[in-house]
Structures are given as structure tokens and as C-alpha cells.
């Protein structure tokens, strides 16, 4: 047979299998059983299930067949899924987006009459998860009383303290959160080994405390975003993240409630899978931010724009955007050393209900000289349907939600430690400039804000710049002088600027206000030490160590004040633990090598 | 000026308020002339069908449809109460109606205990009142004379604008604003606005006779 004619009828061959493919899937009917069920089970039974956070379930064919209005109306608007990034190159993680033919797939389904399946078949049960996702956990973290979300009004955001009861420090490897309530739409994961969360929930007789940020000392693991929201998959940290756990640290759990129509208890839980792998890799947490930006009243497209250039050579593993009920549209672009572009983020419909972070499928690498740009479009005129403001009204970055914000976080995996170097420096400018910023803006909104005072004071401080820092602490301590933080911050400076009495004074003040400010023991037992009073100086720095054993400058000044009064074999425990804690410590380990020749163990002197 | 039903006038419908939107201006599928008191009976809780009850005095009759799996509705369901409890001594007949057809007698009972009661409850599994008055979501607040003139038909606020579209609160408070106009002016506007909520689930239609 000559070879055209085989090639001939090849492509004969060829196309009447396609084309009996495509007529075959267009004339086949769509059942619940072959198509519906997985799409559904792929994208939607996450949170639509028996007991999941979606207040209804989607498991068999007439659930899906009842909602089938509904549905069709959110799938079709890209409401459901709640998935806020658009499909772009590099993909993220747990992608909950339906494609146009699964649209159209369960478009035919309700066309075809809603059919079922094979007769006999078992409607396929989605995959339903029981019990914690990665088997029995280290360690389960409860609410130790319920609080109850209010039937009515307004969304709720609280903190909840956690106690852990650790002894001992952990590294989290894995974590999962459950809500045990409907009514969490979103949540943070934090810690604060300070007691400083304990101290706000004790301030009222209900359980936890308001607030959509976080006070001082209650963070996130360093370098991570811990956040949650329904469906999202639980989070296990890659090789070598594990983030630190302290002993006697308290998980605080930051959460955005939505009350549901009756009082709902709210007790959730936190399970915990701990690693004895140490971190081998240490990621870093750098925000784009905007606080000086003004969206007028009537306004469509004010842009809030932030840019950082990635100092080393690093790994972009995740992101989270940030902003409140104007915002529209969230971009953020990569403009790399050679020149091209590359989008990192494009989330076309904000939605302030559906925030939360997202982790690429793949690391993203940025060059050193990449440059990060987030934009974030607002829009306040009254056709914007999440505009909380009827007519709209002149709005500015601020902490509520009837206020804005335009934030992006970027996690990063530093290649080299001359690139974590120079990233952490570039990130703590960064930093320093929004804090000032943030602040000022504060100011500018109550002239009288005792905290903006205080944090231009220590952003002043962290700058070295003593003088200016007491300025500004002093007229915190006037307008808050119950404020143990403020007494405690102009404590810093006076000590920078070698005035010993009145840095003693506010140390003072600091733990008489609040007996449980280690730090404010620590730095009165150091002015103790540097006045010469080290009897004083060994109760202040014994009172640090009890509430923070982690603490190596409260070790090493104990050290130094046993060692000033004569007392070697006490010193040498502190010294060591203090180079142990810090190891660039260098005038403990010298005191240290001094007392153990001049002290050698009795064990050691015979051999 | 006959000829819309449910008593309306032409007049009714142009004298609605320009600031609420009238999301359209076609006569409400009610029949002329039914009162409440003609209208069909609806089912309680116990399943015995009997009409709305309408005390001498009455000025208003307010139904708002629930649904005992409807996220909207039941978010909504306190503000209603609220509202109830606030226009209770002012002539105003409140009642909570279930429409769903799949939903059982045990099942709407099981949804009070969680959520508690409030006014009056009532079934309409058959659709005859929701179809009658063009209702089609949970919550849908339906207002009506005694003597079958339309007050109001939609949302009861505008918390929801679309289905995931939620504002941090409500910025108008509609249908207390046209009962309060109602109650000091004593005469129905037959305003419409669009209810945000869950498709209703009623039995098929019956047959044409």
C-alpha cells in the first residue's frame, strides 16, 4: 500500500475517533455519579459535609439538586469556591477553583434531567475526613472555657488565650486547627510567652479579649503566617521550617467570627505535631505596606502602592494580602534584575470574609535586585456593595474595620546566610519606616494616642536614637502613666543615655504596674548591677528569670552580679546558659573561661 | 382604580419611595380582593391548617420566610425579632413562616429550639402564600393590610447584596422604614426592594384545571 494512502487513512482513522469522542461526551448524559461527584468532592465537601464549616452539605445528589439555584449563581460569579487569586503561572497550593468546563458540567447535569448514575450504583460518597488529619497528635491545645459568639451583630474579633503546659521547648512541625464552630471565618495562630495575652483576658470577666490587632509580645511563629480560614487544608511545615514552641508558652488564637443568628459556644482546639528535627532553614516575613494613603469619598480607583527590593538572593514561598471592605482588586508584580515581570498575585474580587495566606506549588525564585511591587486598588463610591458607608465617606488606613488597610506579607527562604543577612537588615529598615509611618499616621488621626508615642519611641530607640526616644516616651508615660510598657520603654533610653536614677525610677514604676514585666526586672536588675548594688541586682534579675528562662541577658547579668559579690559557683550556671542562649556573647564566655580555671570541678581535678 | 391586584393601585406603586429601589414595577401575583382572612389557611407546627389569626386592631400583617438550613435567614432571623418586638404594641401582627416543602413539622421544631421563638410560626409546604405573593427566598418579608394592600415585599435589610456579598452591617434598614412610614402615615406604598437569600423549595405547581 503506498505510503500516502496509509497516511490517509490514519488521519481517517484518526479523526473518527475523535469525533465519536466528542459526540459521544456531548450526547452522553451528565450523572451525579460519574461527573457531579468528584467536582464536588474536589472542590466543595471540604467545608460542605456533616459537621463541616459550611452550614449546609453537598454529599448526595438531591443536596446538590435542591441548592442547585444557589449554586449556579455563586459558581457562575466565582463566589464558590472561596478561592481569591486568579490562575496565573505560578500556582499556589490547594487551588480551590472551578474551571469553566466543571461550570458547564454541572450546567448539563440540571440540562440532562439530573440523573443519577449507573442504576445500582452507590452515589459516591465524597472523601470525608474523621479525626485529625495526621493521626494521634503531640499535643491538643484547648479553649479552657467556651466563649459565646453573640447571636446578632456585627463580626466579632477576638483573642483566645490557649495554655500549653509545655515544660519544655518544642518545634512544631505540623498543626491543625479546629473551630468546633460554624461561626470562624478566619483565624491566626500566635504565642506569647510573656503572659502578656493572660493579662488582656483578665482585664473583663468574659472570655478572651477584642481587638484585630494584636498587642505587643503576641506573634506569630517567626517567619510564618499560621492562618486559617474553612476548608484550607491544615498546615505542615516543609523540611526543616519546624518553628520554635517555648516552654510555658500560650498559643493565642486571633479570630474573625461571624454570629449566625443564635449564641453560638465557641471552645476550639489546636492540635499539635511536634519534630526533633532542628530548623534547618529559617524563612523570613517581609510586609509591603501603605498607611499613608486617602480614599475620598465617591472615589473608584484609588491605588495604595509599596515596593521592596529583595536584598539577597531568596525563595518566595507564600504570601497573604491584606485589606479591609474597599479594597477591589490586590496585584502584586516581580520585576526581575533582567527586566521581565512576573505576577506574583492578582486577585481581581477582594473579599475582606475570604482573606488568608497562599503557599506556591512551587518556590518562586527572586534574584537579589527583584523588585516587589504590591498595588491595592480601592473603591469608595456607593456602588461598591462591601462599602460599609451609605453615602461613602473620606477613609484612611486604620485599625478597625470600618477603616483600611493595603498590606502585602511575603514568606522568604533565604538561598545563602550572607542572603539572610542582608534581608533581615533591609527587613528591619523596612520595618523601622513603617513603623514611623503607621504611627505618625495614629497621630494624625488623635494627637493624644499615648501608643503612637510609644512606638515612635522605641522605633527611636531601635534606631539608637536615645535622645529623640525620650522625647517621645515621656509624652507616652504623660498620657498613659499606667502604662508599664511606656515606663518600661523611657526605662530603655535613660539607661542608653547613661542617666542610671530616673532609668531606675521607671523600671521601678514598670514592675510596680505590672509584676510580671520580665524585661522591666531584667533592665532594673542591670541598672542595680551598673549602680553597684549587685545584692539588688541578683533579686531583680532572679525575678526575670523565673517568668523568661530564656532570657540570656538576665543570665549573663546574674552571672556578673554573683561574680561581683563574690559568689563563683553560682555565676558560672548563668554564664553558661547565657553563652548558650547567645553564643556571640563573648564577655560571658570570657568571665565564664576566667571562673571555671580559677574554679575547676572536683570531679575534673582527679583523674 | 382597579385592575392591579391585591388591591393596589396604580397611584400605590408611583408613590413608593424613590429611595428604595423598586426592582420592578409589575402588580404582585396576588389575587384582587383577598383579605388575610380569605386567604388560604397555612399549616402550624402541630400540622392542623388553619387561617392567620387577626386580632381587632390589627393594622399590619408582617410574615418573613425562614428556612431551617438558609444561612441568610437565619443570620436575619434576631433582627426580625427585634423589629417584631419593637412594633408589638403598635398594631403590628408578626409571623415566621417555612416554606420549604422538604422541610418536616420535627425538622422546623428542631430549628426553633436552636434558634427559640419569636412570633408565630407557620408552614406552607403547598406554596399557596408564596406563590401567591411572588415570594421566592429565605428571608423574603412579606407586609400586608387585613385587607389584602400590599405594604412591603423584600429584604429586611441590605446586610446581604448578593449571595457571599456580606457587608460588616447593614446600611439601610428598609423594611423598618416603610413600616414606620406605614404606621405614621396609615396608608400602604407598596414598596418592593430584591431579597438576597435561598431559593424556596415548593411542591410543583398544581395542574391546571
Redo the contacts between chains.
Sequence with gaps: MPRRLLQLLALLLTWRIAATTVLRSVADPVTFHDQVAPLIARHCVSCHRPGGAA??PLVSAEDVR??F??IE??VR?G??P?WLPAAQEDRFQGERRLSAEEVQTLMKWREDGWQQGKTGAVPLPPVVPGGWTWGTPDLVVKMPLPYTVP??G??VYRHFVLPTGLTREVRIAAWEFRAGSRTVHHAFLKFDRKGEARRHDATDSEVGFPGMDSPSGIQPPNGHFASWQPGAPPTRNPNGMAWLLPAGADLVLQAHL?????PEPLQAEVALWFTEEPQSRAPLKLGLVNYGFVTPRGSTDVVATDRFVVAGDCDLLGLLPHAH?LARRIEATAELPDGSRRQLVRIPDW?F?WQGAYHYEKPVFLPKGTRVEMRVHFDNSASN??????PPRETRFGPN??DEMAELWLQVLPRTDDSARLLGEAILRQTARDVVAYNRERLRMDPKDPVAYLNLGKAFLSRQQATNAARLLVRAVELAPDSDEAHYQLGLAYRILNALEPAKREFQDAVRLHPGNSRAWGNLGLVELESGDPASATDSLRKALEMDPYDALAHAALGSAFHQSGRATEAMPHLRKAVELAPDDTESRTLLKVLEQANPPSGKSSP | MRGLPGGLTRRDFLAATPALALTACRPLASPTGDTVSTLPPLSGLDGVRRPLPLKPGTRAVVLMTLSVDCPISNQLLPDYRELARRHAAEGVSFHELYPNVDETDAAVADHRNAYGTGSAVWRDPEGEWTRRFGMTVTPQVLAVTPDGRLIYRGRLHDRFEGLGVRRPAPRRMEFAEVLSRFLSEGHPRAVETKAIGCRIRTSPRPAAR
Design positions: 452550614p449546609f435542591k441548592r439555584g444557589e449563581e455563586v460569579a463566589r464558590m472561596p447571636a446578632t456585627r463580626d461571624q454570629p449566625s443568628g443564635k471592605y473579599d470574609n456593595p462591601r462599602n460599609p458607608f451609605d474595620t470600618t
